[in-house]
């Protein structure tokens, strides 16, 4: 009798359970879909992902493009302050040069009076009014002189010093005992300089 009454029970508990009644071929289509949206979702990740390169390589690119017309740029500064510095240096130097050689023209137009002062006072002289004159005239002349050496002018020193083409111009050599060779033994014009810049060389002669 207990038998007969649980089996009675198992299958009043067979009965009352809910059959699966979802087909298999359901379940296999179900699947698939899943796959296929896996897969486009990891599609779309990788075409956002080349996106962000491409994106990220247009950016790099005009980085360079921009850090290139900088170092362009500061290459063309550096040049031009280059030019700018070389041009205020050459400036300085000119106006300085002005400055230090202004009586430069000066000094060129008057050596030939100061030539014709000391000819004319190698001048004897045969009465007092000529006496006179001589004298009127070599006063000027060391006035001028004096005025000229404030400037920075001076006279080339010539007779007993060894020649140098730098400051005398030999026109004439001899044969002198009195003097080493190669040394200036008259003077035949004199020669001046302003500050260090030669006016005009000595007129020598020099010894053999």
């Not at 300085?92 to 230090?100: G, L, R, S, T």
């Given at each position: 009798?207990?038998k007969?009454?649980?089996?009675?029970?198992?299958?009043?508990t067979?009965?009352?359970?809910?059959?699966n009644?979802?087909?298999?071929e359901?379940k296999?289509?179900?699947?698939?879909?899943?796959?296929?949206?896996?897969e486009?979702k990891?599609?779309?990740?990788?075409?956002?992902?080349?996106?962000q390169?491409d994106?990220l390589?247009?950016?790099?690119?005009k980085?360079a493009?921009l850090?290139?017309?900088i170092?362009?740029?500061?290459?063309r500064?550096?040049?031009?302050?280059?030019?700018?510095?070389?041009?205020?240096?050459?400036t300085?130097?000119?106006?300085?040069?002005?400055?230090?050689y202004?009586?430069?023209?000066?000094?060129s137009?008057?050596?030939?009076a100061?030539?014709?002062?000391e000819?004319?006072?190698?001048?004897?002289?045969?009465n007092?009014?000529?006496?006179?004159?001589?004298?009127?005239?070599?006063?000027?002349?060391?006035s001028i002189?004096?005025?000229?050496?404030k400037?920075?002018?001076?006279?080339?020193?010539a007779?007993g010093?060894p020649?140098?083409?730098?400051l005398?111009?030999?026109?004439?050599q001899?044969?002198?005992s009195?003097?080493e060779?190669?040394?200036?033994?008259e003077?035949?014009q004199?020669?001046y300089?302003?500050?260090?810049?030669?006016i005009?060389?000595a007129?020598?002669?020099?010894s053999?």
């Open positions: 009798m207990e007969e009454q649980k089996a009675a029970q198992e299958q009043a067979y009965e009352q359970e809910p059959l009644t979802e087909p298999q359901e296999v289509e179900q699947h698939e879909v899943n796959e296929h949206q896996e486009n990891i599609e779309e990740q990788e075409k956002a992902q080349e996106e390169n994106e390589a247009a950016a790099n690119a980085i493009e850090e290139a017309k170092k362009e740029m500061e290459n500064y550096l040049r031009l302050y280059a030019d700018f510095e070389n041009f205020r240096r050459r300085k130097i000119e106006m300085e040069a002005v400055e230090k202004r009586a430069q023209s000066l000094v137009n008057l050596l030939p100061l030539d014709n002062f000819r004319a006072l190698k001048i004897e002289a045969d007092e009014q000529a006496k006179s004159i001589l004298q009127g005239m070599e006063m000027v002349y060391r002189l004096d005025a000229l050496k400037e920075g002018v001076e006279v080339i020193e007779v010093k020649f140098d083409p730098n005398h111009q030999a026109v004439m001899a044969e002198d009195n003097y060779p190669n040394t200036v033994v003077e035949f004199k020669g300089k302003l500050k260090d810049r030669i005009r060389p007129m020598v002669k020099v053999q």
